[in-house]
């Protein structure tokens, strides 16, 4: 069983920068790929990013490029979203996600989700 903790969420102005962090339980954190969703008010949960265990490759929703990066530290079992230029749209719950190694990275297909960090993006 691995469990997922993010943290990092908030409310931030449009045009700001926020990092979201997501802490693994997992013994052997290398066993998994790691991503990021989000999900906002009435919608469904939308794939923003992920990362392989070895941070070989990385994979990003087309709204997010170029604004958006994901990275992890394997030493801290601990996968990040840095987020920039940050928009009302971003507005959202953003999951952490894990998945076994012998998946992909996209689509992602996780294993294992966190309970949720909020960021809200004023106007």
């Known amino acids: 069983q691995v469990q997922l903790v993010e943290s990092g969420g908030g409310l931030v102005e449009a045009g700001g920068s926020l990092t979201v962090s997501c802490v693994a339980s997992?013994?052997?954190?290398?066993?998994?790929?790691t991503a990021w969703f989000r999900q906002a008010p009435g919608k469904e949960r939308q794939f923003v990013a992920s990362i392989t265990w070895s941070s070989s490759s990385v994979y990003y929703e087309e709204s997010v490029k170029g604004r958006f990066t994901i990275s992890r530290d394997n030493a801290k079992n601990t996968v990040y979203l840095h987020m920039n230029n940050l928009q009302p749209e971003d507005t959202a719950t953003y999951y952490c996600a894990a998945a076994l190694r012998g998946s992909g990275i996209f689509p992602f297909r996780p294993n294992y989700w966190g309970q949720g960090t909020q960021v809200t993006v004023s106007s």
């Open positions: 997992a013994y052997v954190f290398t066993n998994y790929h």
